[in-house]
Nanobody, 124 residues
Framework: QVQLVESGGGLVQAGGSVNVSCVASGRTSASYAMGWFRQAPGKEREFVAV????????YYADSVKGRATISRANAKNTVHLQMNSLKVEDTAVYYCAAARAVVALRTGGNIEVWGQGTLVTVSS
């Protein structure tokens, strides 16, 4: 089993940037696609971005496209989400997730592991 731990959240001003990270431990030899989701107060959890095991495939939600970059370093078992030009509506708990296939993360189905989340608050 894989465990995921996020970090890097905090309070950021609108227009600023944040880089949230996710470190995997446990059975990290498996080839997982990795993704980020977020849940804003009073809203459902939503897809943000996904990256394939090799890093060659990435997808982004329309709401963050052009402002977000997902990357991974398999040697360090880490995945990063860089968000720029932050908006107040980006305020949410950001969750890291792992699945066997990119499509599982894009659709929110068959996700095997979730992290505990890290809070990003964007102030106006």
């Amino acid at each position: 089993q894989v465990q995921l731990v996020e970090s890097g959240g905090g309070l950021v001003q609108a227009g600023g940037s944040v880089n949230v990270s996710c470190v995997a431990s446990g059975r990290t030899s498996a080839s997982y696609a990795m993704g980020w989701f977020r849940q804003a107060p009073g809203k459902e959890r939503e897809f943000v971005a996904v990256i394939s095991w090799t890093g060659g495939i990435t997808y982004y939600a329309d709401s963050v496209k052009g402002r977000a970059t997902i990357s991974r370093a398999n040697a360090k078992n880490t995945v990063h989400l860089q968000m720029n030009s932050l908006k107040v509506e980006d305020t949410a708990v950001y969750y890291c997730a792992a699945a066997r296939a990119v499509v599982a993360l894009r659709t929110g189905g068959n996700i095997e592991v979730w992290g505990q989340g890290t809070l990003v608050t964007v102030s106006s």
